[in-house]
T-cell receptor, first 116, second 115 residues
Framework: AQSVTQLGSHVSVSEGALVLLRCNYS??????LFWYVQYPNQGLQLLLK??????LVKGINGFEAEFKKSETSFHLTKPSAHMSDAAEYFC??????????????FGKGTHLIIQP | DTGVSQNPRHKITKRGQNVTFRCDPI?????LYWYRQTLGQGPEFLTY????????KSRLLSDRFSAERPKGSFSTLEIQRTEQGDSAMYLC?????????????FGPGTRLTVL
């Protein structure tokens, strides 16, 4: 069974400040991990994904995430927040390493607020 | 490059009515997924297809729900005898499965309101 925990349902940062969104996962198989962003009344857009290659993954819009197996974490960061980053962010895990359940398991999401 | 499309974008219905949603995946994607998202929550997996075969169904998919992908292209999700608890955003995603680590691309969703 897989699960994802996103710490903090709301995170508020000032424009230009560091963004840190936390994600911890549990998985019985080597995981594939994803971060998606959702703007109001829209679907989900992929920011980045980890598939057991490099532990530091770079994504779109200046975001990156680091896979830490010992901490079972996959936190999302961005050095300098922009007003356009305000959105809902979801961390997700997939156990599709060749078999078994292939649907994504999502966290509850973190609403990122950017203060001017 | 055409993304995943879903129709309708919004559906309002009365309790007890049947509704059907359509999803058109990215062309040549062999996998198609359905998720449900309620307010303030992350998406929850419902079911998925590889080509025309429905390979997995979540326990969330009650017997009032049925999904099809008859020709391995578009898919429909039908909800019979809708209940107020069915009100949610229904999301479709597609991917190209090559053996491991497929990336799912999501459509804009269909927002269902059951009165």
């Amino acid at each position: 069974a897989q699960s994802v925990t996103q710490l903090g349902s709301h995170v508020s940062v000032s424009e230009g400040a560091l963004v840190l969104l936390r994600c911890n996962y549990s998985s019985s198989v080597p995981p594939y991990l994803f971060w998606y962003v959702q703007y109001p009344n829209q679907g989900l857009q992929l920011l980045l994904k980890y598939t057991s290659a490099a532990t530091l993954v770079k994504g779109i819009n200046g975001f990156e995430a680091e896979f830490k197996k010992s901490e079972t974490s996959f936190h999302l960061t961005k050095p300098s927040a922009h007003m356009s980053d305000a959105a809902e962010y979801f961390c997700a895990v997939s156990g599709n390493s060749g078999g078994g359940a292939d649907g994504l398991t999502f966290g509850k999401g973190t609403h990122l607020i950017i203060q001017p | 490059d055409t993304g995943v499309s879903q129709n309708p974008r919004h559906k309002i219905t009365k309790r007890g009515q049947n509704v059907t949603f359509r999803c058109d995946p990215i062309s040549e994607h062999n996998r198609l997924y359905w998720y449900r998202q309620t307010l303030g929550q992350g998406p929850e997996f419902l079911t998925y297809f590889q080509n025309e075969a429905q390979l997995e169904k979540s326990r969330l998919l009650s017997d009032r729900f049925s999904a099809e992908r008859p020709k391995g292209s578009f898919s429909t999700l039908e909800i019979q005898r809708t209940e107020q608890g069915d009100s949610a955003m229904y999301l479709c995603a597609s991917s190209l499965w090559t053996g491991k680590g497929d990336t799912q691309y999501f459509g804009p969703g269909t927002r269902l309101t059951v009165l």
